[in-house]
């Protein structure tokens, strides 16, 4: 098992531009390019003539004149969202506000939202965030010439949808699974048991293709999915071995594994810590002195067991 996984991260991008990148299918990047966001959020105009958009992406007014000038002469009936992350939901108000569309997306749910998550605060999270209409796993989304069937993805976000368009095996995974970095999993927004339900959900299903809302097209998506479930596996057992060694703080293991990362980084690879501890302690595997956070002490539970699957 490897540390990094194998990205194509020479994607060559044309921001405002629509690019068709499945049958039925046409991409905008956004503008809005960061540490967390690659190039920039990735939102999917689903159809002809009319218009499901996933994810409208961050409020950015080019975006907008972007999304209006691809879909002329068309008309956007639904405006989903895989998560209410700002760089992908931002935009569903002003987007409706001139094109329509109802905004649809999973709707609140009862974790914990934005404040409370030093560094993956209200910056990113929009805790207020609520749809026109929610929707649940199962459910489908019908337009003239595409079906979308819901999946209920939570681990990154609680609220995490994706949208499997049928006919194409194709799938949108917003931020589940990403085409150019590993997903950050911050608590108390992530949840990483969660997570590798939503993951290993991925890999009983039969995809020909992810669509992600960061980075480009996955063309082999069992593969990708499995890597990530891989990495995280391997990322558990360096975070074992810390504690082993007698590193048992989040910013003493954040400082052994993830040394020359810059500040802002950090913040995301402690939570990202503290989101396999608190894993490892809703399973028996890890112990902790009161309740588990950044500041907590961590210790094996069973000294030398550490390995058992
Ligand atoms: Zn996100």
Redesign the pocket.
Known sequence: MSAELAFNRNVDVDYGVAEEVAPQVRRIVANNPGPYTFLGTNTYLVGRGQVAVIDPGPKNDRHLSAIAAATKGERISHILIT?S?R??CDGARPLQAQLGGEVVAYGPTESRRGAGAPGLGEA?VDPAFMPDRKIADGATIKGPGFTLDVLHTPG??PDHLCFALLGQRTLFT??HVMGWNTTVIAPPEGNMANFLTSLERLLTRHDKMFLP?HGGRIQTPQRVAKAYLMHRRWREQTILTCLEEGRGSVPRIVARLYGGLDADLKQAAALSVLGHLEHLISRGVVATEGAAGLEGLYSICHPGSSRAP
């Open positions: 998560h992350h760089d992908h990113f990154h976000a917003g931020d809302g």
